[in-house]
Protein backbone atom coordinates (compact mmCIF):
# COMPACT_ATOMS: atom_id res chain seq x y z
CA UNK A 1 0.00 0.00 0.00
CA UNK A 2 1.30 3.51 -0.83
CA UNK A 3 0.61 6.52 1.42
CA UNK A 4 0.65 10.26 0.22
CA UNK A 5 0.76 12.91 2.91
CA UNK A 6 -0.13 16.07 1.36
CA UNK A 7 0.58 19.34 3.80
CA UNK A 8 -1.58 22.21 3.62
CA UNK A 9 0.77 25.39 4.99
CA UNK A 10 3.63 24.03 3.65
CA UNK A 11 6.39 27.25 3.50
CA UNK A 12 5.36 27.41 7.15
CA UNK A 13 7.69 26.87 10.36
CA UNK A 14 6.07 23.31 11.83
CA UNK A 15 6.21 21.42 8.51
CA UNK A 16 10.35 22.51 8.00
CA UNK A 17 11.30 22.12 12.05
CA UNK A 18 8.66 19.46 12.81
CA UNK A 19 6.79 17.37 9.95
CA UNK A 20 9.96 17.03 7.87
CA UNK A 21 12.80 15.88 10.11
CA UNK A 22 10.34 13.35 12.06
CA UNK A 23 9.06 11.85 8.72
CA UNK A 24 13.06 11.93 7.63
CA UNK A 25 14.08 10.73 10.92
CA UNK A 26 11.40 8.06 10.36
CA UNK A 27 12.58 7.04 6.88
CA UNK A 28 15.96 6.15 8.77
CA UNK A 29 14.67 4.27 11.12
CA UNK A 30 12.83 2.05 8.31
CA UNK A 31 9.35 3.06 10.05
CA UNK A 32 7.67 3.74 7.10
CA UNK A 33 5.11 1.84 6.24
CA UNK A 34 5.43 1.30 1.87
CA UNK A 35 5.60 3.81 -0.14
CA UNK A 36 5.70 7.23 1.34
CA UNK A 37 4.94 10.34 -0.83
CA UNK A 38 5.02 13.73 0.81
CA UNK A 39 3.40 16.85 -1.17
CA UNK A 40 3.86 20.08 0.08
CA UNK A 41 0.95 22.62 -0.52
CA UNK A 42 0.99 26.45 -0.17
CA UNK A 43 0.87 29.81 -1.88
CA UNK A 44 4.96 30.41 -2.44
CA UNK A 45 5.67 29.60 -5.93
CA UNK A 46 8.41 26.77 -5.10
CA UNK A 47 9.18 24.00 -7.78
CA UNK A 48 9.63 20.82 -6.05
CA UNK A 49 13.38 20.64 -6.30
CA UNK A 50 13.74 24.09 -4.92
CA UNK A 51 11.43 22.78 -1.71
CA UNK A 52 13.75 20.14 -1.66
CA UNK A 53 17.10 21.76 -1.19
CA UNK A 54 15.18 24.06 1.38
CA UNK A 55 14.09 21.15 3.30
CA UNK A 56 17.75 19.98 2.60
CA UNK A 57 18.87 22.70 5.20
CA UNK A 58 15.83 23.21 8.15
CA UNK A 59 16.23 19.20 8.10
CA UNK A 60 19.80 19.45 8.90
CA UNK A 61 18.83 22.06 11.45
CA UNK A 62 16.18 20.31 12.95
CA UNK A 63 17.40 16.45 13.40
CA UNK A 64 20.62 14.95 15.06
CA UNK A 65 20.99 12.21 12.85
CA UNK A 66 21.21 14.16 9.52
CA UNK A 67 23.06 12.67 6.35
CA UNK A 68 23.09 14.51 2.61
CA UNK A 69 22.70 11.23 1.18
CA UNK A 70 19.92 9.68 2.60
CA UNK A 71 18.32 12.74 2.66
CA UNK A 72 18.48 13.11 -1.01
CA UNK A 73 16.95 9.48 -1.18
CA UNK A 74 13.84 10.13 0.87
CA UNK A 75 13.39 13.75 -0.70
CA UNK A 76 12.93 11.87 -4.25
CA UNK A 77 9.57 11.21 -2.96
CA UNK A 78 8.81 15.25 -1.47
CA UNK A 79 6.69 17.26 -4.73
CA UNK A 80 5.35 20.54 -4.18
CA UNK A 81 2.26 21.95 -5.55
CA UNK A 82 1.56 25.82 -5.35
CA UNK A 83 -2.01 25.95 -4.09
CA UNK A 84 -4.08 29.32 -2.75
CA UNK A 85 -6.65 27.11 -0.12
CA UNK A 86 -9.44 29.66 -1.31
CA UNK A 87 -9.28 28.91 -4.96
CA UNK A 88 -11.32 25.36 -5.76
CA UNK A 89 -9.31 25.72 -8.97
CA UNK A 90 -6.42 25.01 -7.16
CA UNK A 91 -7.69 21.67 -5.49
CA UNK A 92 -8.85 20.48 -9.07
CA UNK A 93 -5.27 20.89 -10.06
CA UNK A 94 -3.90 18.89 -7.27
CA UNK A 95 -6.26 16.26 -7.64
CA UNK A 96 -4.79 16.08 -10.91
CA UNK A 97 -1.22 15.91 -9.77
CA UNK A 98 -2.44 13.55 -7.04
CA UNK A 99 -3.45 11.27 -9.45
CA UNK A 100 -0.50 12.06 -11.71
CA UNK A 101 2.04 10.57 -9.11
CA UNK A 102 0.00 8.02 -7.61
CA UNK A 103 -0.07 6.09 -11.02
CA UNK A 104 -3.02 3.01 -10.69
CA UNK A 105 -2.56 2.72 -7.15
CA UNK A 106 -4.62 2.81 -4.70
CA UNK A 107 -2.94 5.09 -2.11
CA UNK A 108 -3.79 6.56 1.10
CA UNK A 109 -3.87 10.32 1.28
CA UNK A 110 -3.22 12.29 4.41
CA UNK A 111 -4.47 15.89 4.31
CA UNK A 112 -2.14 17.15 6.25
CA UNK A 113 -4.14 21.05 7.76
CA UNK A 114 -0.85 22.52 8.90
CA UNK A 115 -2.02 26.04 8.02
CA UNK A 116 -3.14 28.86 10.77
CA UNK A 117 -7.13 28.08 11.75
CA UNK A 118 -8.46 30.71 9.38
CA UNK A 119 -7.98 28.11 6.69
CA UNK A 120 -9.53 24.74 8.33
CA UNK A 121 -12.85 25.50 6.75
CA UNK A 122 -12.14 26.63 3.27
CA UNK A 123 -9.72 23.58 3.00
CA UNK A 124 -12.05 21.10 3.89
CA UNK A 125 -14.90 22.55 2.13
CA UNK A 126 -12.42 22.62 -1.51
CA UNK A 127 -11.32 19.15 -0.48
CA UNK A 128 -14.80 18.11 -0.23
CA UNK A 129 -15.88 20.07 -3.67
CA UNK A 130 -12.74 17.98 -5.46
CA UNK A 131 -13.28 14.90 -4.52
CA UNK A 132 -16.98 14.98 -5.43
CA UNK A 133 -16.28 16.02 -8.90
CA UNK A 134 -13.53 13.27 -9.12
CA UNK A 135 -16.33 10.56 -8.19
CA UNK A 136 -18.66 11.98 -10.64
CA UNK A 137 -16.20 12.10 -13.30
CA UNK A 138 -16.00 8.02 -12.27
CA UNK A 139 -11.95 8.69 -11.63
CA UNK A 140 -12.27 8.21 -7.56
CA UNK A 141 -13.78 6.67 -4.67
CA UNK A 142 -15.80 8.60 -2.33
CA UNK A 143 -14.52 10.85 0.31
CA UNK A 144 -16.78 10.69 3.39
CA UNK A 145 -16.41 7.40 5.18
CA UNK A 146 -13.91 6.35 3.13
CA UNK A 147 -11.03 5.17 5.73
CA UNK A 148 -8.31 5.65 3.06
CA UNK A 149 -8.71 9.55 3.27
CA UNK A 150 -7.82 10.97 6.56
CA UNK A 151 -7.58 14.48 7.74
CA UNK A 152 -4.88 15.79 10.13
CA UNK A 153 -5.51 19.17 11.90
CA UNK A 154 -3.14 21.16 14.18
CA UNK A 155 -4.48 23.12 16.96
CA UNK A 156 -5.62 25.31 17.76
CA UNK A 157 -8.93 23.65 17.41
CA UNK A 158 -11.65 26.46 18.24
CA UNK A 159 -11.47 29.63 19.84
CA UNK A 160 -14.04 28.35 22.37
CA UNK A 161 -16.94 25.70 22.40
CA UNK A 162 -18.99 27.59 19.78
CA UNK A 163 -15.93 27.84 17.53
CA UNK A 164 -14.94 24.52 18.06
CA UNK A 165 -18.72 22.90 17.44
CA UNK A 166 -19.16 24.76 14.43
CA UNK A 167 -15.16 23.64 13.33
CA UNK A 168 -16.34 20.38 14.00
CA UNK A 169 -20.05 20.34 12.05
CA UNK A 170 -18.23 21.81 8.93
CA UNK A 171 -15.55 18.50 9.10
CA UNK A 172 -18.16 16.44 9.54
CA UNK A 173 -19.92 17.36 6.66
CA UNK A 174 -17.11 16.53 4.33
CA UNK A 175 -15.04 13.49 6.54
CA UNK A 176 -16.64 10.80 9.17
CA UNK A 177 -15.31 11.54 12.52
CA UNK A 178 -12.72 8.31 12.31
CA UNK A 179 -11.11 9.99 9.28
CA UNK A 180 -10.62 12.99 11.63
CA UNK A 181 -7.03 13.56 13.20
CA UNK A 182 -6.35 15.83 15.92
CA UNK A 183 -2.84 16.72 17.10
CA UNK A 184 -2.59 17.43 20.37
CA UNK A 185 1.67 16.98 20.21
CA UNK A 186 1.26 16.37 24.18
CA UNK A 187 0.03 12.75 23.07
CA UNK A 188 2.71 11.77 21.11
CA UNK A 189 5.39 12.29 24.27
CA UNK A 190 6.83 9.15 24.98
CA UNK A 191 6.11 9.81 28.54
CA UNK A 192 2.23 10.76 28.31
CA UNK A 193 2.07 7.09 26.61
CA UNK A 194 4.47 5.57 29.08
CA UNK A 195 1.66 7.17 31.72
CA UNK A 196 -0.44 4.61 30.16
CA UNK A 197 1.94 1.73 30.39
CA UNK A 198 2.88 2.87 34.23
CA UNK A 199 -0.77 2.42 34.90
CA UNK A 200 -1.79 -0.41 33.12
CA UNK A 201 0.82 -2.45 32.68
CA UNK A 202 1.80 -2.44 36.31
CA UNK A 203 -0.49 -4.14 38.82
CA UNK A 204 1.07 -2.23 42.37
CA UNK A 205 -0.52 0.90 41.59
CA UNK A 206 -3.78 0.85 40.57
CA UNK A 207 -4.86 -0.32 44.39
CA UNK A 208 -3.84 2.51 45.26
CA UNK A 209 -4.98 5.08 42.24
CA UNK A 210 -7.91 6.45 43.78
CA UNK A 211 -8.93 9.00 46.93
CA UNK A 212 -8.50 6.51 49.78
CA UNK A 213 -4.72 7.08 49.34
CA UNK A 214 -4.26 9.61 46.85
CA UNK A 215 -4.25 13.35 48.38
CA UNK A 216 -4.48 15.39 45.53
CA UNK A 217 -2.74 15.64 41.89
CA UNK A 218 -0.34 18.61 40.94
CA UNK A 219 -0.32 18.71 36.99
CA UNK A 220 3.04 21.21 36.75
CA UNK A 221 4.27 22.96 33.38
CA UNK A 222 6.72 25.23 33.15
CA UNK A 223 8.32 26.99 30.21
CA UNK A 224 11.38 29.29 29.91
CA UNK A 225 10.46 30.97 27.25
CA UNK A 226 8.40 34.11 26.91
CA UNK A 227 6.10 34.79 23.99
CA UNK A 228 8.64 36.35 22.44
CA UNK A 229 7.67 37.11 18.89
CA UNK A 230 3.94 35.72 19.45
CA UNK A 231 2.44 37.76 21.24
CA UNK A 232 -0.31 38.53 18.60
CA UNK A 233 -1.21 35.22 18.40
CA UNK A 234 -0.26 34.87 22.38
CA UNK A 235 -2.33 37.68 23.53
CA UNK A 236 -5.50 36.98 21.74
CA UNK A 237 -5.18 32.94 23.50
CA UNK A 238 -3.71 33.59 26.84
CA UNK A 239 -2.60 30.32 28.85
CA UNK A 240 -5.76 29.35 29.37
CA UNK A 241 -6.44 28.62 25.23
CA UNK A 242 -2.47 27.68 24.74
CA UNK A 243 -1.94 24.63 27.09
CA UNK A 244 -4.82 24.39 29.72
CA UNK A 245 -7.54 23.64 27.29
CA UNK A 246 -5.35 20.96 25.10
CA UNK A 247 -2.20 19.68 26.96
CA UNK A 248 -2.46 19.91 30.61
CA UNK A 249 -6.27 18.37 30.48
CA UNK A 250 -5.00 15.77 28.24
CA UNK A 251 -2.38 14.87 30.51
CA UNK A 252 -5.33 15.15 33.25
CA UNK A 253 -7.31 12.62 31.25
CA UNK A 254 -4.98 9.89 30.98
CA UNK A 255 -3.98 10.15 34.71
CA UNK A 256 -7.85 10.24 35.89
CA UNK A 257 -8.98 7.78 33.18
CA UNK A 258 -10.40 4.30 33.75
CA UNK A 259 -8.92 1.14 32.01
CA UNK A 260 -10.39 0.94 28.47
CA UNK A 261 -10.70 -2.56 28.02
CA UNK A 262 -8.47 -2.87 25.02
CA UNK A 263 -6.57 -0.54 23.19
CA UNK A 264 -8.31 0.80 20.34
CA UNK A 265 -9.23 4.53 19.76
CA UNK A 266 -12.66 4.45 20.56
CA UNK A 267 -12.34 2.71 23.72
CA UNK A 268 -9.53 4.62 25.21
CA UNK A 269 -10.98 8.18 23.59
CA UNK A 270 -14.22 6.79 25.44
CA UNK A 271 -12.14 6.80 28.87
CA UNK A 272 -10.74 10.12 28.56
CA UNK A 273 -14.02 11.63 27.46
CA UNK A 274 -16.07 9.89 30.67
CA UNK A 275 -13.13 12.30 32.92
CA UNK A 276 -13.96 15.26 31.34
CA UNK A 277 -17.71 14.20 31.62
CA UNK A 278 -17.24 14.04 35.31
CA UNK A 279 -15.62 17.55 36.13
CA UNK A 280 -18.40 20.28 36.52
CA UNK A 281 -17.78 23.58 34.64
CA UNK A 282 -17.53 26.43 37.42
CA UNK A 283 -19.87 28.74 38.25
CA UNK A 284 -18.52 32.69 38.22
CA UNK A 285 -18.17 32.53 42.25
CA UNK A 286 -15.55 29.18 42.01
CA UNK A 287 -13.96 30.87 39.09
CA UNK A 288 -12.98 33.50 41.60
CA UNK A 289 -11.65 31.25 44.52
CA UNK A 290 -10.71 27.89 42.42
CA UNK A 291 -8.37 29.95 40.20
CA UNK A 292 -5.29 31.95 39.73
CA UNK A 293 -3.90 34.40 36.86
CA UNK A 294 -0.77 36.46 36.62
CA UNK A 295 1.02 37.83 33.80
CA UNK A 296 5.01 38.23 33.91
CA UNK A 297 6.82 41.82 34.61
CA UNK A 298 7.61 42.61 30.77
CA UNK A 299 4.64 41.31 29.19
CA UNK A 300 3.24 44.24 27.93
CA UNK A 301 6.23 45.36 26.23
CA UNK A 302 6.29 42.48 23.87
CA UNK A 303 5.98 42.59 19.97
CA UNK A 304 1.66 42.56 19.13
CA UNK A 305 0.72 43.18 22.82
CA UNK A 306 -1.58 46.39 23.52
CA UNK A 307 0.44 48.36 26.15
CA UNK A 308 -3.42 47.58 28.31
CA UNK A 309 -3.55 43.82 28.37
CA UNK A 310 -5.15 41.59 30.96
CA UNK A 311 -4.34 38.34 29.33
CA UNK A 312 -2.77 35.83 31.87
CA UNK A 313 0.31 34.18 30.92
CA UNK A 314 0.35 32.14 34.21
CA UNK A 315 -2.47 30.44 35.47
CA UNK A 316 -3.66 27.37 37.95
CA UNK A 317 -7.01 25.93 38.49
CA UNK A 318 -8.44 23.49 40.73
CA UNK A 319 -10.88 20.77 39.69
CA UNK A 320 -12.26 17.84 40.82
CA UNK A 321 -12.77 14.97 39.24
CA UNK A 322 -16.36 13.85 40.50
CA UNK A 323 -17.06 9.88 40.20
CA UNK A 324 -16.53 7.61 42.78
CA UNK A 325 -12.53 7.07 42.15
CA UNK A 326 -11.83 11.35 42.52
CA UNK A 327 -14.14 12.04 44.88
CA UNK A 328 -12.57 14.78 46.88
CA UNK A 329 -9.31 14.45 45.08
CA UNK A 330 -8.06 17.80 44.10
CA UNK A 331 -6.51 18.08 40.43
CA UNK A 332 -4.35 21.21 40.62
CA UNK A 333 -3.35 22.26 37.17
CA UNK A 334 0.04 25.23 36.33
CA UNK A 335 1.73 26.38 33.49
CA UNK A 336 3.19 29.54 32.74
CA UNK A 337 5.90 31.83 30.52
CA UNK A 338 8.82 33.25 31.71
CA UNK A 339 9.70 30.72 34.55
CA UNK A 340 12.72 29.36 35.96
CA UNK A 341 12.85 26.49 33.63
CA UNK A 342 11.08 24.27 31.36
CA UNK A 343 9.77 21.32 33.01
CA UNK A 344 6.19 19.03 33.03
CA UNK A 345 5.51 17.02 35.74
CA UNK A 346 2.73 15.05 36.68
CA UNK A 347 2.78 14.75 40.84
CA UNK A 348 0.74 12.22 42.76
CA UNK A 349 0.93 13.02 46.46
CA UNK A 350 -0.32 10.35 48.64
CA UNK A 351 -1.65 11.17 52.24
CA UNK A 352 0.52 11.45 55.33
CA UNK A 353 0.58 8.12 57.06
CA UNK A 354 -2.15 7.97 59.57
CA UNK A 355 -0.26 8.84 62.68
CA UNK A 356 3.40 10.12 63.40
CA UNK A 357 4.97 6.97 65.20
CA UNK A 358 8.38 8.73 65.03
CA UNK A 359 8.80 12.33 66.98
CA UNK A 360 12.15 12.92 65.49
CA UNK A 361 10.58 12.80 61.98
CA UNK A 362 10.54 15.96 59.57
CA UNK A 363 9.33 18.36 61.53
CA UNK A 364 7.30 20.19 58.22
CA UNK A 365 3.90 19.08 56.98
CA UNK A 366 5.30 15.27 56.14
CA UNK A 367 4.28 14.61 52.08
CA UNK A 368 6.62 11.79 51.83
CA UNK A 369 4.77 9.67 49.31
CA UNK A 370 4.88 11.24 46.19
CA UNK A 371 5.35 9.67 42.72
CA UNK A 372 6.61 12.16 40.33
CA UNK A 373 6.46 11.57 37.03
CA UNK A 374 8.91 13.60 34.62
CA UNK A 375 7.18 13.86 31.29
CA UNK A 376 10.25 16.00 30.44
CA UNK A 377 13.05 16.51 30.03
CA UNK A 378 15.10 14.41 31.97
CA UNK A 379 12.60 11.95 31.48
CA UNK A 380 11.94 9.76 34.24
CA UNK A 381 9.33 8.61 37.06
CA UNK A 382 10.55 9.27 41.13
CA UNK A 383 9.01 7.54 44.33
CA UNK A 384 9.29 9.29 47.49
CA UNK A 385 9.46 7.82 50.66
CA UNK A 386 10.98 8.18 54.15
CA UNK A 387 13.59 6.40 55.56
CA UNK A 388 15.82 6.49 58.11
CA UNK A 389 18.90 8.11 58.83
CA UNK A 390 21.77 5.67 59.62
CA UNK A 391 23.09 5.88 63.28
CA UNK A 392 21.55 9.01 63.82
CA UNK A 393 18.92 7.66 66.51
CA UNK A 394 15.14 7.97 64.56
CA UNK A 395 15.94 10.83 62.50
CA UNK A 396 13.96 10.51 59.18
CA UNK A 397 14.72 11.94 55.99
CA UNK A 398 12.73 11.93 52.53
CA UNK A 399 14.38 10.05 49.49
CA UNK A 400 14.05 9.14 46.15
CA UNK A 401 13.49 5.81 43.91
CA UNK A 402 14.35 6.99 40.21
CA UNK A 403 14.14 5.77 37.08
CA UNK A 404 15.40 7.95 34.19
CA UNK A 405 14.62 6.91 30.52
CA UNK A 406 17.97 7.93 29.22
CA UNK A 407 19.99 6.04 31.73
CA UNK A 408 18.20 2.91 31.14
CA UNK A 409 17.79 2.77 27.13
CA UNK A 410 20.60 5.07 26.76
CA UNK A 411 18.13 6.03 23.52
CA UNK A 412 17.03 9.97 23.02
CA UNK A 413 13.35 10.45 23.11
CA UNK A 414 11.67 10.57 19.38
CA UNK A 415 9.80 14.00 18.78
CA UNK A 416 6.39 13.68 19.23
CA UNK A 417 5.57 14.25 15.67
CA UNK A 418 6.99 10.89 14.65
CA UNK A 419 4.67 8.71 16.75
CA UNK A 420 1.42 11.15 15.53
CA UNK A 421 2.78 10.91 11.93
CA UNK A 422 3.22 7.09 12.11
CA UNK A 423 -0.21 6.87 13.83
CA UNK A 424 -1.67 8.92 10.99
CA UNK A 425 -0.20 7.01 8.62
CA UNK A 426 -1.42 3.74 9.95
CA UNK A 427 -4.50 4.79 10.40
CA UNK A 428 -4.77 4.41 14.18
CA UNK A 429 -6.31 7.64 15.96
CA UNK A 430 -5.77 6.61 19.64
CA UNK A 431 -3.30 9.23 20.38
CA UNK A 432 -5.69 11.95 18.25
CA UNK A 433 -8.20 14.01 20.36
CA UNK A 434 -12.14 12.92 19.07
CA UNK A 435 -14.71 15.75 18.58
CA UNK A 436 -16.65 15.01 21.83
CA UNK A 437 -13.20 15.20 23.87
CA UNK A 438 -12.38 18.70 22.42
CA UNK A 439 -15.77 20.00 23.14
CA UNK A 440 -16.12 18.90 26.36
CA UNK A 441 -12.63 20.60 27.39
CA UNK A 442 -13.76 23.75 25.95
CA UNK A 443 -17.23 23.61 28.52
CA UNK A 444 -14.49 23.13 31.65
CA UNK A 445 -12.13 26.08 30.17
CA UNK A 446 -15.05 29.10 28.48
CA UNK A 447 -16.16 29.66 32.33
CA UNK A 448 -13.14 30.80 33.32
CA UNK A 449 -11.98 32.57 30.31
CA UNK A 450 -15.39 34.47 30.28
CA UNK A 451 -15.39 35.15 33.98
CA UNK A 452 -11.70 36.34 33.80
CA UNK A 453 -12.39 38.67 30.65
CA UNK A 454 -15.43 40.26 32.61
CA UNK A 455 -14.12 40.08 36.18
CA UNK A 456 -11.58 41.77 38.28
CA UNK A 457 -11.64 38.61 40.74
CA UNK A 458 -9.93 36.72 40.72
CA UNK A 459 -7.06 39.18 40.80
CA UNK A 460 -4.41 39.45 38.12
CA UNK A 461 -1.13 39.18 39.55
CA UNK A 462 2.41 40.93 38.20
CA UNK A 463 5.60 38.35 38.48
CA UNK A 464 9.26 38.42 37.76
CA UNK A 465 10.52 36.63 34.63
CA UNK A 466 12.52 33.64 35.63
CA UNK A 467 10.89 32.77 38.90
CA UNK A 468 10.09 29.04 39.47
CA UNK A 469 6.82 29.86 40.59
CA UNK A 470 4.63 33.42 41.65
CA UNK A 471 4.69 34.00 45.11
CA UNK A 472 1.18 34.72 45.01
CA UNK A 473 0.25 31.57 43.64
CA UNK A 474 2.21 29.43 46.58
CA UNK A 475 0.40 31.48 49.19
CA UNK A 476 -3.33 30.66 46.37
CA UNK A 477 -2.21 26.80 47.25
CA UNK A 478 -1.04 27.75 50.85
CA UNK A 479 -4.34 29.07 51.68
CA UNK A 480 -5.66 25.59 49.97
CA UNK A 481 -3.68 23.89 52.90
CA UNK A 482 -1.33 22.63 50.15
CA UNK A 483 1.80 23.19 49.03
CA UNK A 484 3.22 23.24 45.20
CA UNK A 485 5.88 20.42 44.42
CA UNK A 486 9.10 21.45 43.90
CA UNK A 487 12.12 20.36 42.38
C1 LIG B 1 2.26 24.77 22.16
C2 LIG B 1 1.97 26.16 22.66
O1 LIG B 1 1.08 24.09 21.86
O2 LIG B 1 2.95 24.03 23.17
C3 LIG B 1 3.26 26.85 23.05
O3 LIG B 1 1.32 26.90 21.66
C4 LIG B 1 4.03 26.02 24.05
O4 LIG B 1 3.01 28.15 23.58
C5 LIG B 1 4.20 24.59 23.54
O5 LIG B 1 5.29 26.64 24.24
C6 LIG B 1 4.79 23.71 24.61
O6 LIG B 1 5.14 22.47 24.05
P1 LIG B 1 6.37 21.65 24.61
O7 LIG B 1 6.34 20.38 23.84
O8 LIG B 1 7.60 22.49 24.36
O9 LIG B 1 6.11 21.47 26.07
Known amino acids: MSNTIVIFGASGDLTSRKLIPALYSLYLKKRLPGDVRIVGCSRSPFSSEQWRDDLEKTTEKFTSEFESDSFKEFAASIFYHKLDIGTID ?71 LDSAHALNEKIHEVFAESQVYRIDHYLGKETVQNMLVLRFANSIFEPMWNRNYIDNVQII ?55 LQAIKPFSAEQVGTETFRAQYNGYLDSEGVPSDS ?91 LDFNFADEYSK ?8 LLLDAIKGDASLFARSD ?51
Not at 379 to 392: H, L, Q, S, Y
Not at 412 to 419: E, G, I, T
Not at 439 to 464: C, H, M, R, V
Request: glycine content about 6%; hydrophobic content about 35%; overall charge neutral.
Open 90 to 160: DFRSLFRFLNEIEGEEDATRIYYLSTAPRFFCPAIENLGIAHKEQVELGSDVKLRGNLNRRVVIEKPFGND
Open 221 to 275: CSESVDVGRRGGYYNSSGVLRDMFQNHLLQLLMITAMECPARFNAGLVRDEKVKV
Open 310 to 400: KTATFAAIKLHVENWRWQGVPFYLCSGKALAKRSTHIVIQFHDPPTLLFSDGPKEHWENNRLIIQIQPDEGIRMRFTTKVPDAGMDLRTTD
Open 437 to 487: EVEFAWKIIDPIINTWDQSPTPKLYGYKSGVEMPESCDQWMHFQHKSWWKE
Open 412 to 419: SMPDSYQR
